[in-house]
């Protein structure tokens, strides 16, 4: 496990749970980080230099959660080092990156999987059921919104100057509708705004729409960085998806709980909840589905190509934002 945070923890300690799985070791930049995250998980060993743990022969998968711009590095080390990987999304920030990493695993023959967790949550399966039994026929158009309230850039990331939300957020949000439709993402028209965050000290996108034309479809991508903390979920994030036959609605950010005292919230525990000891919720859940299928040799879920594809159509933003036309998704 390389990148002992937020989201790095979660991948520790699903691997420290799951009885198909042994955490062998763990790295972070940050030597206490490390050494606490190798103690609290039961990890034998933990180390400052990703590279210490490509050389570890006992070593077969390997998670990596560091920030959004630092995936390739560690990635490329340990498929290098014919190791099997799950990466944290975004796959890559740009599209080379992320192509040389599934160059890199097809050569070395081993496994690479992007962590998109919302392949695991409960409505969006629903949501994915519902439309492959063709409950509403065919997609025509889809709007789907996941923004965060300013915490996010200000509090919780150390990074966020490095990212913004196109990077952190519109990943969840290009795989969620692609698998939902099953078709392909062609072509992007895109703004964004980039002035709030940035007279307060965080160079990244305020917020973003983006357009998005699939083979027939087309789908509009909303992200923002700005909302206020008043928000009561760190998240807000609603999808509807309109076909020939019907209609469906949902809100991912809500797990059913109101909690009113001094303040008003809607904690999202859908994700991760402690369980009287253990964890629940459906972030483990991909980390787990990583292990099988590294164990058994059959097709995962996420594929390869699956994070490239999230990859192009955040870079056609990037351009199209910048170009102000629509810009086209580069193939793989
Ligand atoms: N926080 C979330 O809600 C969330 C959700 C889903 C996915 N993710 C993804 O997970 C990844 C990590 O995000 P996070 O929120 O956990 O960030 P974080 O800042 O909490 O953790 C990143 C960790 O990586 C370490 N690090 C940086 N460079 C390193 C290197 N070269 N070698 C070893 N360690 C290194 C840092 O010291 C830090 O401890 C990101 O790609 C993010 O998009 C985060």
């Known amino acids: 496990m390389v990148g002992c945070g937020i ?4 991948h520790a300690r699903t691997y420290s749970e799951y009885e198909k799985a042994e955490l062998a070791a763990v790295c972070d930049i940050d030597e206490a980080r490390a ?9 034998s060993s ?20 560091t920030p959004d711009f630092a995936h390739l590095e560690p990635v ?12 944290e999304k975004p796959m890559a920030t740009n599209n080379e990156d992320a192509r040389k990493m599934i ?39 889809a709007y789907i919104r996941l923004a965060n309230t300013r915490y996010v850039p200000f509090e919780m990331l150390g990074w966020s100057g490095k990212s913004g939300p196109q990077w952190f957020l519109l990943p969840h949000t290009v795989d969620i509708i692609r698998w939902l439709i099953s078709q392909e993402p062609r072509e992007v028209y895109a703004t964004g705004s980039r002035k709030y965050l940035k007279k307060q000290g965080v160079d990244a996108y305020d917020a ?29 994030f609603v999808a509807s998806i309109v076909g020939t036959e019907g209609k469906i609605d949902l809100d991912a950010a809500r797990s059913g709980i109101s909690v009113a005292g001094e303040k008003f919230s809607h904690p999202f525990c859908a994700g991760q909840q402690e369980a009287h ?4 919720g459906f972030f483990r859940l991909p980390i ?21 594809v999230v990859t192009a159509v955040i870079e056609s933003i990037e351009k199209s934002i910048a170009s102000g036309q629509p810009e086209k998704v580069e193939e793989l």
């Open 7 to 10: 989201f790095g923890s979660i």
């Open 35 to 43: 050494r606490e995250t190798a103690a609290k998980f039961g990890a």
């Open 46 to 65: 933990y180390a400052t230099d990703f590279e210490e743990l490509a050389a570890n022969p006992d070593i077969e998968a390997v998670s990596i959660a």
């Open 76 to 87: 490329l080390a340990m498929l290098e080092a014919g190791k099997n990987v799950l990466v």
């Open 103 to 141: 160059n890199t695993a097809k050569e070395k023959g081993v496994r690479l999987m992007t962590d998109f967790h919302n392949r695991f949550s409960p409505v969006f399966l629903q949501a994915k059921e519902a439309i492959d039994v063709g409950e509403i026929g065919k997609a025509v158009m």
């Open 208 to 236: 973003i729409q983006a357009l998005v034309k699939f083979d027939e479809a087309f789908a509009t991508f909303e992200t923002a960085w700005i909302l206020p903390e008043g928000w009561p979920s760190v998240i807000d």
């Open 277 to 280: 000891g253990r964890t629940v």
């Open 288 to 308: 787990m589905h990583f292990v099988d299928r590294v164990l058994d040799g059959r097709e995962m879920v996420i594929k390869p190509e699956d994070g490239f």
